[in-house]
């Protein structure tokens, strides 16, 4: 038997084939129940159906910030231009770009009706969050400079 596991499971998602588990003589094949565990991914989070990308960034960038490329899940390049200046708060959500949403639900009676093709599926959002590394020190004139500035 071969089981496709489709982009939208996730470790709530249990797979369960009617009478295709152990089988012992005189009683009725057991089911097969499979259930996943989710593999970390470097760049993305899952939050349900969304991914949540963090974008690191320095101070000076955040202050004017320059478009950035994200490679999706998919190997697609998506390019993003951030707010005007971006802070810890901001967010820029992409919809339909997360990922596919579950078909019926967490527990599949038959998993043999879930093997469709997935291309038409709607997905949750990409959410965009910004990292911003702030300097460890600033020299006095400078940050006097910067205080002036922002007042």
């Known amino acids: ?3 496709e596991i489709k982009p939208g499971y996730n470790t709530s998602t249990k797979l369960i084939f009617p009478g295709q588990g152990h089988e012992a003589d005189g009683a009725f094949p ?3 129940c499979i259930s996943l565990v989710e593999k970390a991914n470097t760049n993305f989070r899952r939050c349900g159906d969304d991914l949540v990308y963090v974008h690191k960034l320095s101070l000076i960038d955040a ?5 950035f490329h994200i490679t999706t899940l998919d190997s697609r390049t998506l390019a993003l231009s951030p ?3 971006v ?4 967010t820029i959500v992409l919809p339909n770009e997360g990922m596919p949403v579950t078909q019926t639900g967490d527990v599949f009676l038959d998993a043999k009706a879930q093997l469709n093709p997935v291309c038409n599926q709607q997905k949750g959002n990409l959410r965009i969050e910004f990292d911003i590394e702030f300097p460890e020190r600033i020299i006095s004139e400078h940050k006097q400079t910067i205080l002036n500035a922002l007042a």
């Not at 202050?63 to 478009?67: A, I, S």
């Not at 802070?87 to 901001?90: K, M």
């Open 63 to 67: 202050l004017e910030p320059k478009p």
């Open 1 to 3: 038997m071969h089981i």
């Open 83 to 85: 707010p005007q200046v």
């Open 30 to 32: 057991s089911d097969l």
């Open 87 to 90: 802070t810890p708060q901001s």
